[in-house]
Nanobody
């Protein structure tokens, strides 16, 4: 079984910073992309940032210049450094990975973490 476990969410004041982490564990053959999505109350889940195995990144326009995604391939871990946070960043943040598990090594499949709450408020 593959699991994605997130950590690092919490309450922060506007202008503050948080760092999210997500570790993939279990029987993993290879990981193509890892990334972060978020879902605010009453809104659809949206892409925040994604990083490929070779380090290519893509960001939502709303977070460019403020958020940085990085990845440690040896640890199957992805990070999201969030700076200059504002109330509009308040959401549940979900980790995502597109990977081949050890038991289903013949195709890439999507896996999700359980989500971590980020609240930006004074």
């Amino acid at each position: 079984q593959v699991q994605l476990v997130e950590s690092g969410g919490g309450l922060v004041q506007p202008g503050g910073s948080l760092r999210l982490s997500c570790a993939a564990s279990g029987s993993i053959f290879s990981i193509k992309t890892m990334g972060w999505y978020r879902q605010a109350p009453g809104k659809q889940r949206e892409l925040v940032a994604v990083i490929t195995s070779d380090g290519t990144t893509n960001y939502a326009d709303s977070v460019k210049g403020r958020f940085t995604i990085s990845r440690d391939n040896a640890k199957n871990t992805v990070y999201l450094q969030m700076n200059s946070l504002n109330p509009e960043d308040t959401a549940v943040y979900y980790c995502h990975a597109n990977l081949k598990s050890g038991t289903r090594w013949y195709r890439y499949e999507d896996y999700w973490g359980q989500g971590t709450q980020v609240t930006v408020s004074s």
